[in-house]
């Protein structure tokens, strides 16, 4: 009904307990007429958040299975019945991992409101930068996007990395040009990079959002490209 799709990865069905759930996620995008594209987002489970005990019980629930409940996310009512509990108040802060967020988004020259929906805040989006120095109606017609659209995309859904492919003949020629375009229009959002065959891109378990992050993140991108040169 809102124009997207979810399954859980096969393979994650199967994980054990330590082990997380991957979800990917679809929605259409805009490409050439009578051809239905889509883009795809790859999500990881929420990681689990452990009960504070000492909290609970000063609430009123002793250990037990409505300690389950509150883990997923539900409200609870105390032992003795006189109140609501909620999860907020009983688990501990995450400090170690967040749940990462994927986006890759192939032939395209726009977005379907669903898709800009599924990728907001995701710590990688990886975007076709097909058409360099082309207007937006020019675009259209091939059905492709051109690096400065890649960039406002890249800013209007919050991205952390965007992560340029897909280069048609002058895109390919002029790697500046199209990290230029494409900043200029993304105003600085992004940390963005032009990909290359066996390209890695290692996302901390804390995100993009922590600064050191991110500067350990630019140096193991180096570090990936020379071993590849």
């Keep these: 009904e809102d124009g997207t799709w979810t399954l859980e990865l096969e393979e994650s069905k199967k994980r054990s307990e330590r082990q997380t759930r991957f979800f990917v996620s679809a929605a259409e995008v805009k490409h050439v007429k009578d051809v239905m594209t889509f883009g795809y987002v790859v999500r990881e489970e929420e990681p689990a958040r452990n009960i504070d005990s000492e909290k609970a019980i000063k609430l009123g629930v002793k250990p037990g299975e409505k300690y389950q409940f509150l883990k ?3 409200t609870v009512e105390s032992d003795d019945g006189s109140h609501v509990v909620y999860p907020e108040q009983v688990l ?3 400090s170690k991992k967040k749940a990462r967020k994927f986006a890759i988004i192939g ?16 710590d990688v989006l990886v975007h076709e930068a097909t058409s360099l120095s082309m207007d937006a109606d020019q675009a259209a017609v091939r059905g492709h996007s051109t690096p400065e659209i890649a960039g406002l995309v890249a800013k209007n859904i919050n991205a952390k990395v965007l992560a340029l492919n897909h280069f048609g003949g002058k895109s390919g020629k002029d790697e500046m040009g199209v990290l230029e375009e494409s900043e200029k229009s993304n105003g600085g959002n992004s940390h963005i990079l032009v990909t290359h065959d066996f390209l890695e891109i290692s996302v901390p378990w804390l995100g993009f959002d922590n600064p050191k992050a991110l500067e350990e993140e630019n140096e193991n991108i180096s570090d990936v490209a020379e071993d590849k040169s």
């Design 92 to 94: 501990s802060a995450i």
């Design 107 to 122: 032939d395209n020259f726009q977005l379907s409101i669903p898709l800009y929906r599924l990728c907001q805040d995701c």
């Design 72 to 74: 997923k996310g539900l």
